[in-house]
């Protein structure tokens, strides 16, 4: 069984108390991981003594990634074990990638919510673009197409061009 979307916050318990089961050589556990401080597996990174176990029992490989979509092929071919992938990734990886044995084990991130951090799309103070609609015959990207930045800034600008046909 594949293990997914975020990292989980039940799973790190059991890595920090020790409860894995014994072995001879430690388990390896590869975790994909994009925001730093937002995914969990990059907080590790950063906090190697919250990992007692490490070495022991486990061996945490985070492996950082662009997007939450380019974990898809990398869960596909067994090269990470959990991906702390978005709704629409995981929605891409089941229904395009035929993915049917991912389960989501938690949620670590979460935005727009209230008491939540939220993402911000900036541009320069000295920029023409004030507005959305100052994004008209401009090009905008994210940082991967299908995940959740993406289908967003996807719905923000097909409300703008019906807006516009209105």
Do not use: C
Not at 71 to 81: F, G, S
Not at 129 to 134: A, E, L, M, R, S
Request: charged letters at 15%; proline letters at 6%; hydrophobic letters at 50%.
């Amino acid at each position: 069984m594949r293990l997914i979307p975020a990292m989980p916050l039940a799973f790190a318990a059991v890595l920090f108390t020790g409860t894995i089961a014994r072995a001879a050589d430690p388990v390896p556990i590869r975790v994909g991981w994009v925001a730093p401080v937002a995914n969990f597996a990059s907080i590790l990174l950063m906090k190697p003594d919250l990992m007692h176990n490490q070495g022991k029992t486990y061996n945490l490989q985070p492996q950082h990634f662009a997007s939450t979509p380019t974990m898809i092929p990398a869960l596909a071919a067994n090269e990470i074990d959990i991906g702390s992938i978005s709704y629409a990734a995981f929605a891409n990886a089941i229904e395009n990638a035929g993915m049917e044995d991912l389960r989501v084990i938690a949620d670590d991130f979460q935005d727009g919510v209230n008491g939540s951090y939220s993402d911000e799309i900036m541009v320069l103070k000295d920029s023409p673009i004030k507005t959305v609609g100052d994004l008209k015959g401009k090009v905008a990207s994210s940082n991967g197409a299908g995940g959740a930045v993406d289908v967003a800034l996807r719905v923000m600008l097909k409300q703008l061009a019906d807006q516009a046909r209105a």
